[in-house]
């Protein structure tokens, strides 16, 4: 009984840097260790109830200098090893790594560490969203047969208007985007021979009864001219974008002029300044295109894409802050869209513009000097509309 009370005493005089030691020197003895890990059970727990060591793991929200993890209690010196610095700069955490790219979801300020957005810097770790990200390499989606870079050589601009994509190289700055003062557009190319939404070469039409299946000739002058089709909303622009057939836009005639920006590439990215294989479109080559169609790529589904603009160039340029929310431009932030007609190649290698920048201004057909380029199908008021 003299040697049990001695060892008891022994471990209610150790102190926390000694006890695991105390109880192993007693694990010879069966009986001596059961009384030891009693008494370690009983010294491990607070009057609540409570583990220290879990209570006290946090211990530096509440101390200053050093503290116990054990305990919890607050010490000006680090007398034990396992004493906690609550100077020392914190260890980065899973929450540090979940929270770090906060900024996509935040506009002013967010927490790293919980993702939390706020609207002051209340704390100093907090990351200031509307500061000029760093540079981050670059990424490319595979995309039918071609690389499509969503991050591109294209600066932060702050004043973009709102969209879903970055062109790949811009010229063009502000909402609405504007270059050398003019008001700036998205080109693509395509080649269909249909008849198009403004009536041209209307004997063409396709008529079930009379067995035709409609269809320009590859020589028409629509297919060989510099011709266009416009997004809806700048096509119907005295309506809302809905009327497909003969709108207020139809025969109208913009000059296109490139900027030397592109918006987005067909070919595999390059250090040719952002530009890719085949280089940017040369700036300040211009043409005038008639519009004989309507381009609906986005507009007639309710979703982003080139032609997705809900509201005319001429609106965006009068109300700034309407024409910068989301949706009013297309998924380039831009107010207008231009696709053009490319069935002999006329876009694509005769100016070098595949997905252009261009800066776009309405012009008179007559005055501009547009004309037909092939000789048998010289222009002809399109019967199909009134214009």
């Known amino acids: 009984m003299g040697k049990v009370m001695a060892a008891l005493l022994m471990l209610s005089l150790a102190d926390e840097s000694s006890f695991d030691w105390q109880v192993d020197e007693c694990s010879d003895s069966s009986h001596c260790a059961l009384n030891a890990l009693q008494a370690r059970a009983s010294k491990s727990q607070s009057d609540d109830g409570t583990n220290d060591t879990i209570?006290?793991?946090?211990?530096?929200?509440?101390?200053?200098?050093?503290?116990?993890?054990?305990?919890?209690?607050?010490?000006?010196?680090?007398?034990?090893?396992?004493?906690?610095?609550?100077?020392?700069?914190?260890?980065?955490?899973p929450e540090i790594v979940r929270g770090k790219d906060c900024c996509s979801s935040c506009d002013k300020f967010c927490s790293p560490k919980s993702g939390d957005c706020h609207s002051h810097k209340s704390r100093s770790y907090y990351l200031d969203c509307?500061?000029?990200?760093a540079a981050t390499?670059?990424?490319?989606?595979?995309?039918?047969?071609?690389?499509?870079?969503?991050?591109?050589?294209?600066?932060?601009?702050?004043?973009?208007?709102?969209?879903?994509?970055?062109?790949?190289?811009?010229?063009c700055t502000g909402c609405p985007p504007m270059y050398k003062g003019k008001p700036c557009a998205s080109t693509t190319r395509y080649n269909n021979r249909n008849l198009g939404a403004c009536g041209c070469g209307n004997r063409y039409r396709a008529d079930r009864e009379k067995k035709i299946k409609g269809g320009l000739p590859k020589n028409f002058w629509t297919l060989t001219g510099w011709t266009a089709a416009i997004n809806c909303a700048n096509l119907d622009h005295d309506g809302d974008g809905s009327l497909a057939w003969c709108a207020a836009g139809c025969g109208g005639c913009y000059k296109l002029c490139a900027t030397g920006g592109l918006v987005q590439s067909g070919h595999d990215k390059s250090d040719n300044g952002g530009c890719?294989?085949?280089?940017?479109?040369?700036?300040?080559?211009?043409?005038?295109?008639?519009?004989?169609d309507r381009c609906?790529?986005?507009?007639?589904?309710?979703?982003?894409?080139?032609?997705?603009?809900?509201?005319?160039?001429?609106?965006?340029?009068?109300?700034?802050?309407?024409?910068?929310?989301?949706?009013?431009?297309?998924?380039?932030?831009?107010?207008?869209?231009?696709?053009?007609?490319?069935?002999?190649?006329?876009?694509?290698?005769?100016?070098?513009?595949?997905?252009?920048?261009?800066?776009?201004?309405?012009?008179?057909?007559?005055?501009?000097?547009?004309?037909?380029?092939?000789?048998?199908?010289k222009f002809e008021e399109c019967k199909g509309c009134s214009y």
């Open 296 to 377: 609906g790529d986005g507009f007639d589904q309710g979703k982003p894409n080139w032609c997705s603009q809900k509201i005319t160039a001429k609106k965006c340029e009068d109300n700034p802050d309407r024409c910068k929310k989301l949706g009013n431009t297309n998924w380039y932030g831009y107010p207008a869209h231009f696709d053009l007609q490319d069935l002999h190649a006329q876009v694509g290698l005769g100016l070098g513009w595949d997905n252009a920048e261009v800066t776009f201004e309405k012009v008179s057909c007559h005055d501009s000097g547009w004309h037909s380029t092939h000789k048998k199908f």
């Open 276 to 292: 890719g294989e085949a280089g940017c479109p040369k700036a300040g080559v211009c043409k005038t295109f008639k519009v004989v």
């Open 137 to 171: 390499p670059e990424k490319n989606h595979h995309h039918h047969g071609y690389h499509r870079y969503e991050t591109n050589s294209t600066p932060y601009d702050k004043d973009r208007c709102e969209a879903q994509r970055t062109p790949q190289y811009t010229k």
């Open 55 to 93: 209570r006290g793991k946090d211990c530096c929200s509440s101390c200053d200098k050093f503290c116990s993890p054990k305990s919890g209690d607050c010490h000006s010196h680090k007398s034990r090893s396992y004493y906690l610095d609550c100077q020392a700069e914190p260890a980065a955490t």
């Open 130 to 133: 509307q500061a000029e990200p």
